[in-house]
């Protein structure tokens, strides 16, 4: 096999790929959430809609926190 030196990765793509981590975060988590709210709602709350909405709340913010710790990391720390 072929061996090739490590590439550099650029600030722009780190903060791009930064982006990218917290979006499908953000969808995912939200998604689990609202599944979560609407499995509690079927089975103890009577088919009211207000778990759904607070489970995609708390995915939601869920993501934010993971997103906002990782945007807080230096840029250096992606590259390892």
Partial sequence: ???MAPTQQTPEKAVGARW????SR???YSAVGFG???LFSL???????WPMGL???FGM????????AEFLRP??????
């Avoid at 990218?20 to 979006?23: A, V």
């Avoid at 913010?61 to 906002?68: H, P």
């Avoid at 840029?75 to 390892?80: K, P």
């Fill in 1 to 3: 096999p072929i061996k």
């Fill in 20 to 23: 990218d981590r917290c979006l």
């Fill in 26 to 28: 953000t969808a995912v």
């Fill in 36 to 38: 979560f709210g609407a």
């Fill in 43 to 49: 089975v103890l709350f009577r088919r009211r809609t």
């Fill in 55 to 57: 489970g995609a709340g």
């Fill in 61 to 68: 913010g869920k993501a934010f926190a993971e997103s906002q």
């Fill in 75 to 80: 840029i250096d720390s992606d590259q390892q």
